[in-house]
Structure formats: structure tokens, C-alpha cells
């Protein structure tokens, strides 16, 4: 029990917040190192590779990875630790979230980071700019076998900061949607292959949901969104990258958005997640044990969630989110590796950092088994790759890949996307109209871009 | 169990009593400040140091990033006195303080009252409104998550039952405030109950047996016996009560992220979200110290009105 847990464990003190004791930066150096060195040998410490978690040469890694990623994770670093050459690994797993972020900024201000971390690729722009994060030398990752067209244009577009690479792509994981081929099939829905069928308009998309509905007798497309903080912000984003417009965040604002395309997305939104043919008022969760429990027959949801669905015996499909604008376009982020940054990084461990993220992007067929797509390509051309049903069907969502708009504060559990959440929220409650919420997301963008850029 | 010795004290105040020792000589001095040493440095060194630093940040720039930090005067107050997010976190706070502290307040008293009235199964009745407070607020807010789902939560399951309309819990912006007063009352309204308790078991029988002589009924006792003597219990519980919702934080922060559409933000929310997931410690230290203004303002408030009662 934490003593922070209990409201009035010290009563009189007329808590001034957290920020102030942070103090300065010196003190942040040695609040990061202690802390740190904490992490390093606490329970956090969930790798049972061959380095001891007390060995000094070991290579400390962060990551941001639980539950079966996390299991994977592990034999990936087992996979890489093997034999003569391999690494000896000090790995430290924080919980995903605002808090996984602010640690790692922490480590970084401090200059004495761990020498491989974990970063979502649409972060970047808060990181590198700032100097919290170190570059690769793309000389010495060349040299262990990874380079530029190893990946995706659009995907190795997003690495750079003032063209000089800053994060190497574990993977894509893009908002997809999961089916169940039954209800799928008997709502008339299925391809002959026996895939999802294209939808191609807003229209068609409806009328699938009433049909999954019909079938079910409960649900058509389940979406959870109520008190999440980025699930309508990423439906939102690829649906509005849909519409061929652009979404901007130039430093100082004004935000540009196409709010005509906004309201017409939002509405197509309302119109999806009516509170009849779809319930509106789901949490990520209760939308999850729906889609279990057969009370829908389609759900939106993150690939990540592949491992869970797939025990519980519903025969499952997969597919890219669908397209019913004009332009094929998928929400997504990118696990990526990065180095923090370091005061005075030792030569040798930097060697080994690039190492070991080339090693590690080599494992990526085990990466992939949770339902991400691995950013490195030679992997996907692997047969045993195209043999991964139903990761295959969806392979392609790398290439229409959309991120958040480049800035400070966007990106993965960012303020900006909790902040774009509430007033889509509230639309797709029926508490507020289309129109009302876009200039609402509008005004919230331009506060944040008002903002002084603390990382400029 | 109900009677215990009418020592007449009235109900603890958190003040240790104060002890008076001879003093051997005027010239010498004794081990005395050695042994505030062990409290006096680490409450220097994390409370009174942190509160200058943070004074100290809240007028400049600074930054989580590595980049040179700038004084830059009174800027970041007067970008918090214009800022609405600000203004209405602060409301937030307020809203809910009122909303969590009167039922804490009352709620704690009757339950009290009841355990005192010499219900049978003593231990029970204290242990079961007690042990929520035992919990971690990670847990209690788990099991509350649960209850305000909006499709297979008990809460709306047992309106249903009564064939009313469902509630969003926690994404209706005018229900939502209440829903996180209604999961603080049930976790913490133990600590209360357990001080008007105390309260109630020290306070002398001789009133309410004399009372009961002159033919007075149990309400008119309870009015004009037990609670005017009950009114330092009071005065204390509301205080303690009041400042310790004014810190709310961490329930609302894992129940609602502050949402729906911010209505649930507590201004120690927002001074997290501007200092640590948007790295403007500056500013959320600039927040944090117009925060700090009002709990002083609440602060002698209380003490006038609690000088006032004596």
C-alpha cells in the first residue's frame, strides 16, 4: 500500500503539487540515477535471459511491454542472448502511459539513461528535438545488417528529426478491426475467399453494422471509448485521413484542419454508433468481453489485442480498418528503440546498443506472433510470415500508415489525444453535435499549440 | 463497552501534549535539538527545500527537456490567471470538495451514532465501515470501475431492475463529479466514523442520564445533549476533511483521466498534465503555487471560524 493511496495520511499539509519537488536539474540527475538504480534490481526487472540483473556490463534496456508482448519480448531477448556473442540484458518493463513517458524524459534529462528504450514512434517530436534522445549512427547499424530500405518509406519518414535518425521501427501496430466469420458470413459480409469484403462508402459501412446487428441479435460493431484517452482519436485520425484532408500542427497555430471533413467524419461516427444498431456508451474493456461474449459481431480494436481473442475460440478474422472515404488509410504507431540520451555514453556499450537493436529487429517472426507487424522487411517476406493467419491479411495497414501530427505534445498517451477524446466523446454520446465537437478538438489544438515549446 | 470512564476530554485534536521539563541552567544547553534532528533534516530537506525550488521554478521556463532554462518573471502567473483550463480544474476541486465533504462529514456522524447506540454485533458494524479505508486507492477504484460500467455494471443493472433509465456514471459530464464523491465517501468515510466514535465513547453519560431523568426523548437528547457536545469532533472532522478533498487526486485521475470533456479534472491533475506528460514544469509550478494560495486562504478561514467556535 502506497502512502501516497490514502487521502489523509498527512492531513495539515496543503499538498503544493508534484512539480515542485522536482527541483532543478542536478537534482533531477541524481532523482533519475537513484531511481533508476531502483528499477534495475526491483520487481520490475522481468527478463530471465542470462545476465543478472546486478552485473554492471549488462545492457540495460526499457520497455514499455506486459502481458503476452512482454512474454514475447522475453524470447526474443532469450533468442539474442545465446551463444558466444550474445548479450547479456538488464531489462526494466514499466507500465505503458503518461507515466512510462515522464520516466524516460526523466532518465534522458538526467544523461545517465538506460542505453536502449522503447519509444512510440508518434512521440518522437517531443523527444528528439529536445535532446533527450541520442542519434544512430546508421554507419554502425549498416554494419550489422539493418539500413534505410529495410523499411517502409512511410513508416522511416516519422524516424528523422532535421534528417538525422533518432528511432529504428520494431513494428507497425495499426487500430484494425476484428471479426467473427460466422456472423460475418451470415450477415452476407465475406468475400469468396471468405475474407471481409470491402466497404468502400460510409453507406455500406452502416449497413453492415445493422446487418452484424441483425445476426447477433444484440450488437453490430463494438467500440469502446468512454474514459479512454486515445480509442476516438485513433477511429478519428484514419477515418479523417480517409478524406484525402490534412491535419497539422504547425509550431505556434493556428491548428490547420479541414473542418468540413471533420464534421463529416464526425457525423458518419454519430451516424456508426447510433446507441442502437451499435452501443455508443462502451469502455475499451466492456466492448472487448462483448465482442467475446458474441454480443457484436465486428469490433474495433488494436492488433495488440490478437493473443487475447484468439484463446477464446471464436473463429476470428482480421482485417485492415475499412476504408469507406476516399483514400485508404489506417491509424497506427510504431514501437520503436531508441537511445536515451547519455552525458558521456562509453563507445563500446553504444556499439552494442546499435547490436543489439539490429539483433533484436532480426527476431521480429517472434514479434509478430502477437499480432503486430514488424517493421523490418525482410521479415514479412519470410513464408513463414505469410503463413500467420490472420496477422498476413492485415500486412498491408503498414503502408497506409497515419501517425499524429508531428509536435511536442502529440503522440501516444499524450495530453493532446486525451484532449481530442473528450470532445468525441461527448459527440458520439449524443451530448453535443458534430459541428460543436470539431470546433471544440479546433480550439483545444490551437490552446496546446499556443503553448511555449518546452522542447524547443 | 458503550461506558467508558467519563474522563470529560473533549475529543482528541492530533495535538501531542506538550511537555514541560525543567531546564537545568540558563547558560547550558541540552541534547534537546539532537533529537529533533532526525525529523527537522528530512523536513527541511523534501518539504521546505522543495517548496523554495518550486517557488523558484514558478518563474522561469523550465523544462523535463535538456534545454537551458530562462527566468521569465511573473509570465507563467499570468498565463495561469488567464488560462480557462485552470480556472475551471480549480472549480473542479472546489465542486467536489463540497460534494465529498458534507456527506464525510454527516454520513461518518450517523454511522457513529448508530454503532454507539448499542447495536448488537459491535465489532462487525465498526469493522465493515472501516475496512474500505484499509484499502489501496488502485483497488477501490477497480472495484468502483466496475460497478458504474455502463453496460454490465451493478449500478446500472440495479436501475434497470427498478425499470429506470441507465446513467453514464462516468461519461456523463453532470453525474460524473458525484459518481467519484459517491467512491470517496464510501472509502474514506471510515476514518471519520472511527473519530466521532471515539468522540461519542468519551463523552461524559452524566448529561444524557440527567436529561433522561427530567423525561427528555432520545431526539431531544441527541439535539441538545450529544451534539453541542459533539461540536470540537465536528469542527475538526470538517477541517481535516476539507483539506484532504482539496488534494484530491488519484482516485479521479485512474476512475475518469479527468474526463468526460475535463468536467472530472482536479487542478492537481492539470498540474500533472502540464508538468510531466507536457514537461512545462515552470508553469505547473506557477499552477500549482496559485493552488497553494487558496488551501492557505481555506486554511485560516477554518482556524478563524475554529477560534470562533471556542
Known amino acids: 500500500m502506497s502512502s501516497s493511496s490514502h487521502p489523509r495520511e498527512v492531513p495539515a499539509v496543503p499538498g503544493p503539487g508534484p512539480a515542485p519537488g522536482i527541483g532543478r536539474r542536478r537534482l533531477l540527475r541524481y532523482g533519475a540515477a537513484g531511481a533508476s538504480a531502483l528499477l534495475a534490481t526491483g520487481p520490475l526487472t522481468g527478463c530471465s535471459s542470462r545476465a543478472s540483473a546486478s552485473d554492471a556490463s549488462a545492457l540495460n534496456v526499457w520497455d514499455l511491454f506486459q502481458g503476452g508482448d512482454g512474454m514475447l519480448m522475453d524470447d526474443m531477448i532469450r533468442a539474442v542472448s545465446k551463444g558466444s556473442d550474445g548479450f547479456e540484458v538488464d531489462r526494466t518493463i514499466l507500465d505503458w502511459g503518461p507515466s512510462y513517458y515522464t520516466k524516460l524524459a526523466m532518465s534522458a534529462a538526467g544523461g545517465r539513461a538506460s542505453d536502449v528504450a522503447v519509444l512510440h514512434l508518434s512521440r518522437l517530436a517531443g523527444y528528439a528535438p529536445g535532446g533527450l534522445l541520442d542519434p544512430f549512427d546508421l554507419d554502425l547499424l549498416a554494419e550489422f545488417g539493418v539500413t534505410e530500405k529495410h523499411f517502409t518509406p512511410a513508416v522511416w519518414a516519422r524516424t528523422k528529426h532535421d534528417g538525422v535518425v533518432y528511432a529504428i521501427p520494431l513494428d507497425v501496430h495499426p487500430f484494425i478491426v476484428f471479426y467473427n466469420r460466422d456472423a460475418a458470413d451470415r450477415a452476407g459480409l465475406l468475400d469468396p475467399q471468405g475474407e471481409l469484403a470491402a466497404m468502400g462508402s460510409p453507406k455500406a459501412m452502416l449497413e453492415a453494422g445493422k446487418a452484424l446487428a441483425e445476426v447477433t441479435g444484440k450488437s453490430g460493431i463494438l467500440f469502446g471509448h468512454v474514459t479512454d484517452t486515445a480509442q476516438n482519436w485513433r477511429q478519428f485520425a484514419a477515418l479523417y485521413a480517409q478524406t484525402g484532408a490534412a491535419f497539422t500542427l504547425p509550431d505556434g497555430g493556428p491548428a490547420e484542419i479541414d473542418t468540413d471533413a471533420a464534421i463529416q467524419v464526425v457525423s458518419f461516427m454519430q451516424q456508426l454508433f447510433d446507441g442502437r444498431t451499435n452501443p455508443n456508451n462502451l469502455d475499451y474493456n466492456s466492448a472487448l468481453a462483448g465482442f467475446l461474449g458474441g454480443r457484436g459481431g465486428m469490433a474495433m480494436l488494436g492488433e495488440w489485442e490478437l493473443p487475447t481473442l484468439r484463446k477464446s475460440g471464436i473463429p476470428l478474422g482480421a482485417a485492415p480498418f475499412p476504408q469507406v472515404f476516399g483514400k485508404p488509410a489506417v491509424y497506427t504507431d510504431s514501437h520503436s528503440y531508441v537511445l536515451p540520451h547519455q552525458a558521456s555514453p562509453d563507445p563500446a556499450r553504444r556499439r552494442e546498443a546499435h547490436r543489439y537493436v539490429a539483433e533484436i529487429l532480426k527476431q521480429s517472426l517472434t514479434w509478430a506472433s502477437a499480432g503486430h507487424i514488424p517493421a523490418y522487411q525482410p521479415v514479412l517476406a519470410e513464408p513463414a510470415y505469410a503463413k500467420l493467419d490472420p496477422q498476413s491479411s492485415y500486412a498491408d495497414a503498414g503502408e497506409v500508415a497515419v501517425l499524429d501530427p508531428p509536435n511536442w505534445f502529440a503522440g501516444a498517451a499524450s495530453n493532446f489525444q486525451n484532449r481530442m477524446c473528450q470532445p468525441l466523446q461527448s459527440a458520439l454520446l449524443g451530448n453535443t453535435s458534430a459541428e460543436k465537437a470539431v470546433r471544440q478538438m479546433v480550439r483545444e489544438a490551437n490552446t496546446l499549440l499556443r503553448q511555449p515549446n518546452p522542447v524547443a | ?310
Open chain 2, 1 to 310: 463497552m458503550t461506558t467508558t470512564t467519563p474522563i470529560g476530554a473533549p475529543a482528541p485534536t492530533g495535538e501531542p501534549p506538550v511537555a514541560v521539563s525543567p531546564r537545568r541552567g540558563t547558560g547550558r544547553r541540552g541534547p534537546g535539538p539532537l533529537f529533533v534532528l532526525p525529523f527537522a533534516v528530512p523536513f527541511a530537506l523534501f518539504l521546505v527545500w522543495p517548496v523554495l525550488q518550486g517557488i523558484w521554478m514558478s518563474f522561469t521556463d523550465s523544462s523535463l527537456a535538456l534545454r537551458a532554462t530562462s527566468f521569465v518573471g511573473l509570465d507563467n502567473y499570468a498565463e495561469a490567471f488567464g488560462d480557462p483550463d485552470v480556472w475551471s480544474s480549480l472549480g473542479n476541486t472546489v465542486f467536489f470538495t463540497a460534494a465529498s465533504s458534507v456527506p464525510l462529514v454527516l454520513i461518518a456522524l450517523a454511522m457513529a451514532l448508530l454503532v454507539h447506540s448499542g447495536l448488537a454485533g459491535q465489532w462487525a458494524w465498526r469493522l465493515s465501515f472501516f475496512v474500505p479505508y484499509l484499502l489501496p486507492v488502485t483497488v477501490v477504484t477497480l472495484i468502483w470501475t466496475w460497478l458504474y460500467q455502463p453496460d454490465v455494471g451493478l449500478g446500472n443493472e440495479l436501475l434497470g431492475a427498478l425499470g429506470l433509465e441507465p446513467v453514464g456514471w462516468l461519461s456523463d459530464e453532470s453525474v460524473a463529479m458525484w459518481s467519484v464523491a459517491a467512491l470517496t465517501v464510501w472509502w474514506t468515510v471510515g476514518f471519520n466514523f472511527l473519530l466521532y466514535l471515539a468522540a461519542l465513547q468519551s463523552l461524559p453519560t452524566v448529561f444524557d442520564e440527567a436529561a433522561a431523568l427530567d423525561g427528555a426523548g432520545a431526539w431531544r437528547r441527541l439535539w441538545s445533549v450529544t451534539l453541542p457536545q459533539l461540536r470540537r469532533t465536528t469542527v475538526l472532522v470538517a477541517m481535516l476533511q476539507i483539506l484532504a478533498s482539496l488534494k484530491v487526486f488519484d482516485q479521479i485521475y485512474i476512475l475518469t483521466k479527468g474526463g468526460p470533456n475535463g468536467s472530472t479534472r482536479p487542478i492537481l491533475e492539470y498540474v500533472y498534465d502540464v508538468g510531466f506528460t507536457g514537461y512545462r514544469l515552470g508553469y505547473a509550478s506557477a499552477v500549482s503555487y496559485v493552488f497553494f494560495a487558496l488551501v492557505i486562504v481555506v486554511s485560516l478561514a477554518q482556524l478563524r471560524l475554529f477560534r470562533q467556535e471556542d
